[in-house]
């Protein structure tokens, strides 16, 4: 390969949250036992470094010495526009239908304070990302939970009588749709995404949806954007994107919307004009125009591959090694969902006791329940291949023992 996906960084006392916390709150990410080195596998981020063309642009920008007030550059929408139109077959999209967030959170509550009231009900599938629990909560709304479920042949699927039935049951006029799906790694059909906003078309339900993930596609499945599948779903959705999660970026903050329709754009630039909070970074800019070259094409698509392998080991070795461990196998993201009720029940565990297990070995997963799933663990497999299956490892030899 070019880039680099192999070298194992050392992370600690650099500003990176996924190591530094090991041995700060003992209840959470104790100090390994045996003498064994942590492995970050909870935070979603990568322990991969970045596509070289991020750092020179930021570098050659810095060397500029003054860093006052500016407007974004014409190359930060065009280079927007240049990546979905190249990765996604986006057509029509202009500078006018692209707005600065300071994360897709904040992108998400500013079309759900056009889409609602404070109060409202909001439909959102479970298991559910922690970040939509907690900004919608803090932001006075009810989630109305839909569950996904797997298939005969694993693979999470919509309830879409479920949903009509909370629709129209809670008054529910907005939803919050995550796609690819995170925890699940759902990358939806274009059936299911039509499907879906055809209910959304009947009941006059209006869609937030986070796409951060939809650069992370393994090999076999294409993201399909939510506003493609009909007109009218272009402009009924205000659809959230970031470079954070594609290039790990997440630490230089910067997101942006895609919004068709008129009415709702210049209503969520207002929302998230009020705290006066939402301006744009000149360097996570540059971060982007870096990241959205050709060469960040070339970086992602590697990450791909590198990803797939790795999703396909920690996938055979479950299966093989683990009885009783269930993981619907991801098509996007570099997340894990391992379902250990089966395992746990065989076992006499909990899964408090199987979650600090694997922390106290080094491997520094992620409590399921966080995310709506009872008996779950989240686990992130964005680093070296060997990384992972040192991490499998030491899981087989410490925790999923008989």
Not at 110 to 127: Q, R
Not at 211 to 224: C, F, P, V
Request: charged residues 25%; contains cysteine.
């Amino acid at each position: 390969m070019k880039y680099d996906f192999t070298t194992i960084m050392d992370r600690r006392g650099k500003d990176a949250m996924a190591v530094d916390l090991v041995g700060l709150y003992d209840q959470f990410l104790p100090t390994p036992k045996y003498g064994l080195e942590p492995i970050p596998m909870w935070v979603a981020d990568m322990n991969f470094p970045v596509c070289p063309t991020i750092p020179e642009a930021i570098i050659e920008r810095a060397k500029e010495p003054h860093f006052g007030y500016f407007f974004p550059r014409e190359e930060y929408f065009s280079s927007i526009i240049q990546w979905h139109e190249k990765r996604n077959g986006v057509s029509g999209l202009s500078k006018e239908h692209i707005g600065y967030e300071n994360g897709v959170l904040g992108g998400v509550i500013s079309a759900l304070n056009v889409f609602c009231s404070k109060g409202d009900n909001i439909l959102v599938h479970s298991p559910t990302y922690i970040g939509f629990t907690m900004s919608l909560e803090n932001n006075g709304y009810h989630i109305i939970h839909s569950p996904l479920t797997p298939d005969g042949q694993g693979i999470y699927r919509m309830d879409f009588e479920d949903m009509e039935k909370k629709i129209v049951e809670n008054k529910i006029h907005a939803a919050v749709f995550c796609s690819p799906h995170n925890p699940c790694g759902r990358v939806w059909e274009r059936w299911e995404i039509e499907k879906f906003m055809e209910l959304c078309k009947k009941h006059d339900v209006y869609v937030a949806s986070d796409e951060i993930w939809s650069d992370i596609i393994l090999s076999g499945h294409k993201h399909i954007p939510t506003q493609s599948v009909s007109e009218d779903a272009k402009m009924r959705t205000a659809a959230v994107y970031a470079p954070s999660k594609t290039f790990n970026l997440a630490g230089l903050v910067g997101s942006y919307h895609i919004v068709y329709n008129k009415w709702i754009r210049e209503r969520m630039e207002k929302e998230s004009s009020l705290p006066h909070y939402n301006d744009m970074n000149v360097l996570s800019m540059y971060a982007l125009l870096g990241a959205y070259k050709p060469e960040g094409h070339e970086w992602v698509d590697e990450l791909c591959q590198v990803i797939t392998g790795n999703v396909d080991f920690a996938c055979d070795y479950i299966a093989q090694h683990f009885d009783g461990v269930k993981v619907c196998k991801p098509q996007g993201t570099y997340m894990l969902f391992l379902d250990c009720t089966d395992w746990c029940e065989k076992n006499g565990k909990t899964i408090d006791q199987v979650q600090r297990a694997g922390v106290e070995v080094g491997v520094d997963w992620q409590d399921g329940r966080q995310f709506h799933g009872p008996c779950h663990i989240r686990m992130n497999l964005a680093l070296p291949l060997s990384r992972v299956q040192e991490a499998f490892q030491r899981l087989s030899q410490y925790v999923f023992t008989a």
